[in-house]
Structure formats: structure tokens, C-alpha cells
């Protein structure tokens, strides 16, 4: 809910950052996820809010002013070329580049257009590819992203877990809180 809670979200940040001993130990706030309502997003249910430059640029400042990184979810697997080059979404990636966002993709097209088109962004492999055989969840470490977002069929199957080599295992994620059965598509 990076925008869509961006209120109370901020708030949070601002008073964790001036009262750390709220937060457990060792606990860091590195980043706060979600999109804007727009094409490339991934199907969330949002509030059809809409934001103009200033208003995105408040809200990559405040982000920024609070050491946090927002990591935009594009994951739209409908994309086609014609999407790409959706004004509101490019005037959001626009807006936040200087900021290197990170991009959690789940498009090939839409993840080589922002590659080629914002190269300070990093990438994120989603959950929703929902890769089934876990060669092809393997071969996600094997590729340019920051982190890899395990298919969540993987939260418990601790001999997969296990054979993820140890100089990988900084680079994954988990979906904790998946609302899908083992097996949805």
C-alpha cells in the first residue's frame, strides 16, 4: 500500500525512525511496496486514485527523506507493446528514477522495455510467474534480479528450500501472507 496508505504509512516510518525502540531488534524498514492505479499494475485492488507529477514527486521525496525504497509491483501478465509506452506509468517510473525503484515484474515484455528504458532500476522476479517445476524457479537466481519472489508452492517444501545454493538464499523472498492454495493458478 505504498500509495494508496501513503499517509499512514509515512506517519509509521517517521515515528519508527524517531523511536526505534518500538520495533523489535535488528528490525530495518528498507523498503514499501505497491503501484499507483495504472495499466502495469498487477491487478490489485486499488481506489482508482490517480496522482499528478507534484503529487508523485511528494511522495518519492517523503519516501526518499525517510530512507525508504518503494518497490513499484508491476505485474500485470496481460501487458502488450501498445502498454508500454502508457504515459502514466512512464511518468511514474520518470518520477522515481533517480531513486534506482525496484520493480517487482512479472511480464518479459514489460520487464526488457523497463530494463532498456530505466536502467538505474532493479528488478524484482514475482511470485505470480508461478513457475511450477522448481528448474525454472532455479534458474530465476541465474538471471539479472535483485531478489527472487519464491513461488509460495515453495513456502514448505524444505527440500527445495534446501537445495537453493547459500550464495542465493540473500536473494530470496517470501510471500507470508499468499491468499491462494497450494496448486492456484
Known amino acids: 500500500g505504498a500509495f494508496e496508505s501513503f499517509k499512514f ?15 523489535k531488534d535488528n ?10 492505479t495504472c495499466v502495469w499494475n498487477g491487478g490489485r485492488a486499488l481506489a482508482n486514485v490517480y496522482y499528478n507529477k507534484k503529487q508523485l514527486q511528494n511522495i518519492r521525496d517523503t519516501y526518499a527523506n525517510l530512507g525508504v ?5 508491476f505485474t500485470n501478465p ?3 507493446e501498445y502498454d508500454l509506452h502508457d504515459r502514466y506509468c512512464n511518468l511514474i517510473m520518470d518520477v522515481f528514477k533517480e531513486l534506482s525503484p525496484e520493480v517487482v515484474v512479472n511480464s518479459p515484455l514489460l ?18 510467474k508461478r513457475l511450477r517445476s522448481s ?5 530465476e537466481f541465474s538471471r ?3 531478489y527472487v519472489c519464491l513461488d509460495y508452492d515453495y513456502n514448505y517444501d524444505y527440500e527445495f528450500l534446501d537445495n537453493i545454493h547459500k550464495s542465493e538464499r540473500d536473494r530470496v523472498e517470501i510471500l507470508v501472507n499468499s491468499t491462494c492454495l497450494k496448486g492456484c493458478n
Open 144 to 146: 539479472d534480479y535483485k
Open 111 to 128: 520487464e526488457d522495455y523497463l530494463r532498456s528504458t530505466y536502467p538505474t532500476a532493479s528488478f524484482i522476479s514475482s511470485t505470480t
Open 9 to 23: 504509512i509515512s506517519a509509521f516510518l517517521q515515528i519508527a525512525k524517531q523511536c526505534p525502540s518500538m520495533l
Open 27 to 36: 528490525v530495518v524498514i528498507e523498503s514499501v511496496f505497491g503501484s499507483p
Open 78 to 80: 496481460f501487458l502488450n
Open 69 to 73: 525504497k518503494v518497490r513499484f509491483i
Open 135 to 139: 528448474e525454472e524457479q532455479m534458474n
